[in-house]
């Protein structure tokens, strides 16, 4: 167990970054399709990644290295312990740390931007993590265990019990992903009234830990959006790459339909929606049980 353990983190610790980088590309592909424009390269990512990591880093203060470099090793070693057969509990609450050390390293930079950025991060936060956390327990409520490799040896897809909770953690992806409408706390289009907000006080090295990061956890969320449909059948894995597929597309489509939108409407909308359908699932859930 503790070698497949090892064999697997080791894996996604070399793979996530190529995958995701990949994503990342692939998306702003989507993007200036979408807009009717070329697009760069779907290796662009990488190109601008060692630009930053070639350039001169300018720091605030030391303790903002500190926080960004636990920004990197907390989004690893959450999707270490995911892809590993950990605890589904342990990884959300590993993730949840990891947004901490970015918010803290926004706040110490004392500048408005970042600051901004970063209280916008935290009502972020609000909106997804009650999601989050009712995905661990759906999981528990549909296959009887926390364990990632428990869950991966199921007789019947968690979709088939848990179609609420799907649609609420593909609908709060829109933030973790940070697309519009509810890319409040940064955002790399040009015409939104903050721009870079949480990573406006980094560059070089740190910056380029941040976009990593990303990448990771862009592999972590698909991963967890392929869990719903993954069965002990090995067939299970290709209906899940197909899920992850659809799922990063439609994402990339509301990012260019909708419009930034106030934090209160996301507040509003984001509990709605996890309050109707996962809250709904959930009410089902305990009743057949």
């Given at each position: ?26 998306d702003r592909l989507f993007a200036a ?51 590993g057969g950990g605890d589904m509990l ?23 931007y970042s600051i901004m950025g970063a ?171």
């Amino acid at each position: 167990m503790e070698i497949n353990f090892i064999i697997k983190a080791v894996l996604y610790l070399v793979l996530a970054p190529l995958l995701g980088g990949l994503l990342s590309g692939t998306d702003r592909l989507f993007a200036a399709r979408m807009q009717g424009r070329q697009g760069p390269p779907i290796i662009q990512p990488f190109y601008d990644v060692n630009k930053l990591l070639h350039k001169q880093t300018t720091v605030v203060n030391s303790i903002q290295v500190l926080f960004v470099t636990g920004y990197l090793i907390m989004t690893v070693f959450t999707g270490c312990l995911f892809f590993g057969g950990g605890d589904m509990l342990l990884v959300f609450f590993a993730l949840s740390m990891s947004e901490v050390l970015m918010v803290m390293a926004a706040f110490s930079t004392n500048g408005p931007y970042s600051i901004m950025g970063a209280q916008r991060e935290l009502l972020q936060m609000m909106c997804y993590e009650p999601m989050t956390l009712l995905v661990a327990i759906g999981f528990y409520y549909a296959q009887g265990s926390f364990m990632v490799s428990d869950l991966v040896k199921a007789e019947t897809p968690a979709i088939i019990q848990l179609p609420g909770f799907f649609i609420g953690f593909v609908f709060i992806l829109i933030i973790k992903l940070r697309k519009s409408p509810f890319d409040l706390s940064t955002s790399h289009h040009m015409h939104q009234e903050m721009v870079k907000g949480l990573t406006t006080d980094l560059s070089g090295n740190n910056l380029a830990f941040v976009e990593i990061a990303e990448w990771y956890d862009t592999i972590l969320m698909m991963g967890i959006v392929g869990m719903f449909f993954i069965t002990a059948n090995p067939i299970s894995r290709i209906w899940a790459l197909i899920a992850v597929i659809v799922v990063f597309f439609i994402e990339t489509l509301i990012d260019n339909i909708f419009p930034r939108v106030k934090y209160i409407t996301m507040l509003k909308v984001t509990w709605a929606v996890i309050l109707v359908f996962a809250g709904t699932n959930l009410l089902i859930l305990n009743v057949l049980k």
